[in-house]
Every structure is written in structure tokens, then in C-alpha cells.
């Protein structure tokens, strides 16, 4: 008789925390789900939701839902899927880590100057600190840059490796032109739907530090600086007001209109 082989032992992670929770990527269920519009005295403003679904992740019960599957411009939640797809590289990269600098070129520079952090090419800076400009002020030059450094020079290249992962996690309903948000001159919006939004919500919740920085009302980076940069958060349910909310990320454009996915933990 032939000894079995020994199982493999478990992976070890940097910055990865799996979750404990036994119906981790199961289905969704709609069974009991309420749909559409709630009365105003349960939820005030619903009516004026374009589409949007609330989950209970540890039952996968879908609480409410109004037109969760429709594809709708995103704005910044866009970051949700850069902040991934970057924590998945250093968990395969041993090369990078939170703490590998990063010099700033001139493809921060061409990024529009609006919701930006005035990232400059005489500039290094840690990942870490990109990372934290773009969660918690949601900076586009921030999350530009970072795109470029984990595309090993191509924004493009990790534009492609968004979309492969949006596949790989069945997030059929979007597609991801940008790494920050903004609509490309030619490719028009990133989109997606608020059901894919959770679908990509809850691998997030994987990463302690990504929750750290999506729960900090401010911070700074340049700290070492005449002129330190604050980083305000862009979240308004970040307050002592609602307890247990821990993330996730805000996004705004004209296209899109006011966009929030957010993630609450309570007993």
C-alpha cells in the first residue's frame, strides 16, 4: 500500500486575510429579495436610485434590489477593481511590496486635473502611499500611476489584466476602460452593475489594509515636507453617525451621477 500524499500546505499571504465565511462565492439568492422602490418611510430617497442591491454576504441573501443587473457608468468605484488587481500582484510578486518606491512620470501629468493629489515627475513615493491617495481621496493621477507601475510601464496592460479579472470573478456586466474612473476620449465610460459591484466588494474585504485606509476620515502623505498633502476621505458614512460601516469606495461624474458601494459589519 501506497501512503497518501501529504495535502499541501496552505499559502501564505502578505497582505491577504481570507475570510472565514463558509458561502464565500456562492450564488447570490433572489428568492426573498425586495425589489424596487421602498416606501419612503422605510428609506427615504430609493425612488431616486438609478439601480442598486443590498447583500447579506454571510447568507448570500439578497436583501433588496432595483435593476441590480443593469450596466450604468461607475465613476471612481472604478479604484475598487485597480486597488484588487494591484494587492493580487503582490501577493504573486514577491519583487513589489507596499513599500517599493515608485517614480512618478509624465502619464500622471496627462491625467485631467481634477481629483488629483499634484503628483509631480521629480517625485518617488512608496506604493503605499499611491494606495492611500487613492482610497481614501480617490485621486486619479494616484491610481494612474499605480496602473502603470503594476502594468510594468502600459496603463493599458493593466486595463487588460481589470477586465480579465472582472471575468474571472463573473462580473458579466462590466467592462473597464480606465483605471481611475474618468471617461476615455474614444472608449467612452467604465461600467458595470451594482450586482458586480459586490461581487468585487467582497474580495476586497479580504485585504485588512485596503479596509484600514477605506476607514480613515483623513490622512497625509509628503509628510516628511514643508507641505504636507491631506487626504480627506470622500465617504460620508465614515462617522461615529453609522457604526460598523467599513468601506468601500465613492465614485462621481456628470455621466455617472453620485455612485457608493459600502460594506457594514455589525454583530
Known sequence: AVAPAPPPPPPVYRYKKPTGN????????????????LPASQVVGSAGATSGIMVDLTTRNVLWEKNSTAK??????????????????????????????????????????????????????PLSDLLKAVTIKSA??????????????SVDTF???MNLRASELGMIDSNFVSPCGLKDKKKGNSTSSARDMVLLAERLLEYPQILKWSTTQV????????????????????????????????????????CLTFTVLRE
Open 22 to 37: 463558509p458561502n464565500f462565492e456562492k450564488p447570490f439568492n433572489f428568492a426573498t429579495a425586495v425589489h424596487g422602490n
Open 140 to 153: 486619479n493621477d494616484a491610481a494612474t500611476q499605480v496602473a502603470e507601475f503594476i502594468g510594468k510601464g
Open 72 to 125: 450604468v457608468p461607475i465613476a471612481s468605484m472604478v479604484k475598487m477593481m485597480t486597488l484588487l488587481v494591484t494587492f493580487e500582484e503582490l501577493e504573486k510578486n514577491p519583487a513589489i511590496s507596499l513599500e517599493s518606491p515608485v517614480q512618478i512620470t509624465k502619464t500622471a501629468l496627462a491625467v485631467p486635473r481634477t481629483g488629483v493629489v499634484w503628483l509631480d515627475p521629480r517625485e518617488t513615493f
Open 219 to 258: 490622512d497625509y502623505i509628503r509628510q516628511n515636507t514643508p507641505k504636507p498633502t491631506q487626504l480627506t476621505t470622500t465617504n460620508k458614512l465614515i462617522n461615529p453617525h453609522w457604526p460598523g460601516v467599513d468601506g468601500m469606495k465613492t465614485g462621481f461624474t456628470n455621466d455617472a451621477g453620485y
Open 159 to 161: 486595463v487588460r489584466q
